[in-house]
Every structure is written in structure tokens, then in C-alpha cells.
């Protein structure tokens, strides 16, 4: 079975730091550019970063470069997203996905497949 499964979220205190992890099973996840996406209550669901197969080239949304890191893990198959200085407006349900290579570069405007069960990050005193 094709999937990817998200982990990692927990609750944590304002400037805190969490890692996400996307574990992919069923195929090779190098092969494949990944996002990050997250959704808060009441929001629509918004590409936070993603990571070509082409060349590595990274995208992060400005709200939050300079804060989180994706990188990916080949021999472990996981992609991971390292959140730190988190802030209270970070608080949403993280998913991966597959997403489009454009150009050699990732591109977060659909992704390819379903979304996953997601992980919860509260940021909160």
C-alpha cells in the first residue's frame, strides 16, 4: 500500500522546537518531490515547505523561513520537517504529501495522491 504517514506533533511552549516526520512505505520517496501542509481551525490548508526530487531545492512559505527546516532521509525513506522558535499562530494539524516538480523545483499547488491522518502541533503556555 502507497502511503505516507505523518508523526511527531505534540504539545509544546511558545519557542519551543518539534520535529515532523513523513515516513513513506509502498514506494521510494526520494524519487518524488514532498510538502509540508498544515491547516488551523477555521483556515484553509496552506503549503508551509516542500522538497524537490530533482536537486533538493527547498520552498518555504515566508511565515515561516528562517524557523523551519525540511530535509529528507534517504535510507530511512522519511522527509522531516524541524519547527523551531514555534510560535502560538504555528498551532495547526501538519500533513505530507507528494507534490508537482516544475522545472527541477517542487511546486505545492496540488499534490499527488490523498491526504494522510496529519499530526497535531499545539503551540501553547
Known amino acids: 500500500q502507497l502511503q505516507l504517514v505523518e508523526s511527531g506533533g505534540g504539545l509544546v511552549q511558545p519557542g519551543g522546537s518539534l520535529r515532523l516526520s513523513c515516513a513513506a512505505s509502498?514506494?521510494?520517496?526520494?524519487?518524488?518531490?514532498i510538502g509540508w501542509f498544515r491547516q488551523a481551525p477555521g483556515k484553509e490548508r496552506e503549503g508551509v515547505s516542500c522538497?524537490?526530487?530533482?536537486?533538493?531545492?527547498?520552498y518555504y512559505a515566508d511565515s515561516v523561513k528562517g524557523r523551519f527546516t525540511i530535509s529528507r532521509h534517504n535510507a530511512k525513506n522519511t522527509v522531516y520537517l524541524q519547527m523551531n522558535s514555534l510560535k502560538p499562530e504555528d498551532t495547526a494539524v501538519y500533513y505530507c504529501?507528494?507534490?508537482?516538480?516544475?522545472?527541477?523545483?517542487?511546486?505545492?499547488?496540488?499534490?499527488?495522491?490523498?491526504w494522510g491522518q496529519g499530526t497535531q502541533v499545539t503551540v501553547s503556555s
Open positions: 509502498g514506494f521510494t520517496l526520494d524519487k518524488h518531490s
Open positions: 522538497i524537490s526530487s530533482s536537486d533538493g531545492s527547498t
Open positions: 504529501a507528494k507534490v508537482l516538480t516544475v522545472q527541477a523545483m517542487c511546486n505545492m499547488r496540488a499534490i499527488l495522491g490523498s
